[in-house]
T-cell receptor, first 113, second 116 residues
Framework: DSGVTQTPKHLITATGQRVTLRCSPR?????VYWYQQSLDQGLQFLIQ???????AKGNILERFSAQQFPDLHSELNLSSLELGDSALYFC????????????FGPGTRLTVL | AQTVTQSQPEMSVQEAETVTLSCTYD???????LFWYKQPPSRQMILVIR??????QNATENRFSVNFQKAAKSFSLKISDSQLGDTAMYFC?????????????FGQGTRLTINP
């Protein structure tokens, strides 16, 4: 158990819908990362937040957005869902500055029908 | 942009054998970090081993060791005395130096099967 929690574990929805994935980092970790794992694209970095502020952006679609709240949990919002958005979405956390190890949550499997 | 390449999509060995997984990467940075992650059927991403580029000594964690060749931009993982529980996808990952975006750049993965 990495100490990072993600909810829900599984999510099944229809095209065009909007979903929210939630992540709670390890106690004391200030930085949260979101990754997408799909058959087509492999594991890709989406976005990083550090202590509530966006720190880095990767290949995140405009239909996707994220935020980190004062209690440090993070949410990834996916809207206007397409079939190709079906993937495993991981959240990871780290202490951040001065420490590079990222601890991954169990992931949320999103299926878009 | 950094890239990571794992040239072996699948590998299979017998239990107790030694296996080496290959990884090459491309970067213009001098200081960076390299990782091997394991993803068993449960899908959990588990850190196996990490290497700081400024360290010449190869990292070792029990049965897992790396061969880090900085000039060749190569970072292979050796698993000794392989066990059935080592069956998993293995991902090589690169992280730029601290101070920049601390994103992990992953290879495509190698599916390793340990046979009894």
């Amino acid at each position: 158990d990495s100490g990072v929690t993600q909810t829900p574990k599984h999510l099944i929805t229809a095209t065009g819908q909007r979903v929210t994935l939630r992540c709670s980092p390890r106690s004391g970790d200030l930085s949260v990362y979101w990754y997408q794992q799909s058959l087509d694209q492999g594991l890709q970095f989406l976005i990083q937040y550090y202590n509530g502020e966006e720190r880095a952006k990767g290949n995140i679609l405009e239909r996707f957005s994220a935020q980190q709240f004062p209690d440090l949990h993070s949410e990834l919002n996916l809207s206007s869902l397409e079939l190709g958005d079906s993937a495993l979405y991981f959240c990871a956390s780290s202490v951040a500055v001065g420490w590079n190890e990222q601890f991954f949550g169990p992931g949320t499997r999103l299926t878009v029908l | 942009a950094q890239t990571v390449t794992q040239s072996q999509p699948e590998m299979s060995v017998q239990e107790a054998e030694t296996v080496t997984l290959s990884c090459t990467y491309d970067t213009s940075e001098n200081n960076y970090y390299l990782f091997w992650y394991k993803q068993p059927p449960s899908r959990q991403m588990i850190l196996v081993i990490r290497q700081e580029a400024y360290k010449q000594q190869n990292a070792t964690e029990n049965r897992f060791s790396v061969n880090f060749q900085k000039a060749a931009k190569s970072f292979s993982l050796k698993i000794s005395d392989s066990q059935l529980g080592d069956t998993a996808m293995y991902f090589c990952a690169f992280m730029p130096p601290l101070g920049g975006a601390q994103k992990l750049v992953f290879g495509q993965g190698t599916r390793l099967t340990i046979n009894p």
